[in-house]
């Protein structure tokens, strides 16, 4: 299949809806605040009073938080993110140690200075979106299984390393963003991190004949409709450039083999989400009998 050429008259309109969806996309977080703002208190261990905290393990803490927050950023702005190496824009995400609540020993972090709007409102869109997830963590398997379907894949192992900080150094943890607050004491701590730790994720390519219904370039998804009459959604591959998308959308509506990376995420309770990321697209013969799906090893 061969890409159009990024002058492609389809390119533009595409690139013309991103922001809409992305701000509609930002909508549907749970409930926070306007203010790209996070407080995070701690007690126990590693703080003194309220006259201070131990900085090795405020290092440690706030490390692979801010790792979440710059992935998820990346993510959620430009529909995708590697599972390795340098974020896109990631520099935006950059919070700035603003304050220190007294009482329990707190850590403000705030959005660095930024004459961009829509920047803080995605950052503070973030914040909540991450507060959420590791608040989750400490509920149930279904509301934490639940909370990583919205999240990038590359956020995953953080939380585990955020919750085992926690744990070892017996520090508890009250977490504030907006209107979005959570607490966890040293045995929800340890619970979260059993759930965090026992993820367990499969990965496996699969092709998957049926039709195309289209994808977008704003949110770098994509949806399918099987022969065998389900409908598959998910991400458009890393691997993608835009001009692919575009010639892949000439296959809208018609017969198509998908191949497809399938990444199965098991919690410890057994509850599990399928994932579906979308490789390569092409057309068939819809005479030619094709088998359900074939497995790639």
Same mark, same amino acid.
């Given at each position: 299949?061969?890409?159009?050429?990024?002058?492609?008259?389809?390119?533009?309109?595409?690139?013309?809806?991103?922001?809409?969806?992305?701000?509609?996309?930002?909508?549907?977080?749970?409930?926070?605040?306007?203010?790209?703002?996070?407080?995070?208190?701690?007690?126990?261990?590693?703080?003194?009073?309220?006259?201070?905290?131990?900085?090795?393990?405020?290092?440690?803490?706030?490390?692979?938080?801010?790792?979440?927050?710059?992935?998820?950023?990346?993510?959620?702005?430009?529909?995708?993110?590697?599972?390795?190496?340098?974020?896109?824009?990631?520099?935006?995400?950059?919070?700035?140690?603003?304050?220190?609540?007294?009482?329990?020993?707190?850590?403000?972090?705030?959005?660095?200075?930024?004459?961009?709007?829509?920047?803080?409102?995605?950052?503070?869109?973030?914040?909540?979106?991450?507060?959420?997830?590791?608040?989750?963590?400490?509920?149930?398997?279904?509301?934490?299984?639940?909370?990583?379907?919205?999240?990038?894949?590359?956020? !995953?192992?953080?939380?585990?390393?955020?919750?085992?900080?926690?744990?070892?150094?017996?520090?508890?943890?009250?977490?504030?963003?907006?209107?979005?607050?959570?607490?966890?004491?040293?045995?929800?701590?340890?619970?979260?991190?059993?759930?965090?730790?026992?993820?367990?994720?499969?990965?496996?390519?699969?092709?998957?004949?049926?039709?195309?219904?289209?994808?977008?370039?704003?949110?770098?998804?994509?949806?399918?409709?099987?022969?065998?009459?389900?409908?598959?959604?998910?991400?458009?591959?890393?691997?993608?450039?835009?001009?692919?998308?575009?010639?892949?959308?000439?296959?809208?509506?018609?017969?198509?083999?998908?191949?497809?990376?399938?990444?199965?995420?098991?919690?410890?309770?057994?509850?599990?989400?399928?994932? !579906?990321?979308?490789?390569?697209?092409?057309?068939?013969?819809?005479?030619?009998?094709?088998?359900?799906?074939?497995?790639?090893?």
């Amino acid at each position: 299949m061969k890409p159009f050429t990024t002058g492609h008259p389809l390119m533009e309109p595409l690139r013309t809806q991103r922001e809409e969806a992305f701000r509609a996309e930002l909508a549907q977080n749970p409930a926070g605040g306007s203010e790209a703002r996070t407080v995070l208190f701690f007690t126990g261990k590693p703080v003194h009073g309220s006259q201070g905290i131990d900085a090795q393990f405020a290092a440690e803490v706030l490390s692979p938080f801010l790792e979440m927050v710059k992935t998820e950023y990346s993510a959620t702005k430009h529909g995708r993110v590697g599972e390795r190496g340098p974020r896109k824009d990631e520099h935006e995400a950059r919070l700035m140690l603003t304050g220190l609540p007294r009482g329990s020993f707190g850590l403000e972090l705030s959005e660095g200075p930024s004459d961009d709007l829509f920047a803080e409102e995605h950052l503070s869109s973030v914040l909540v979106r991450v507060t959420d997830l590791l608040a989750s963590a400490g509920k149930s398997d279904e509301d934490f299984v639940h909370a990583l379907d919205r999240v990038s894949p590359r956020v !995953y192992g953080r939380v585990g390393d955020f919750f085992k900080t926690l744990n070892d150094s017996q520090a508890n943890i009250r977490m504030q963003t907006g209107d979005l607050e959570f607490e966890l004491d040293q045995p929800g701590i340890s619970q979260a991190l059993s759930r965090a730790s026992s993820i367990q994720t499969v990965e496996e390519q699969i092709d998957v004949p049926g039709v195309f219904r289209g994808a977008t370039l704003d949110t770098w998804r994509f949806d399918f409709h099987s022969d065998t009459g389900e409908t598959l959604n998910g991400r458009l591959s890393e691997g993608l450039s835009e001009a692919d998308v575009v010639s892949m959308l000439t296959l809208t509506t018609k017969q198509c083999v998908a191949r497809l990376k399938q990444t199965k995420t098991t919690t410890r309770g057994g509850i599990v989400r399928t994932r !579906y990321e979308l490789l390569n697209l092409t057309a068939r013969d819809p005479n030619q009998s094709q088998p359900a799906a074939v497995v790639h090893s």
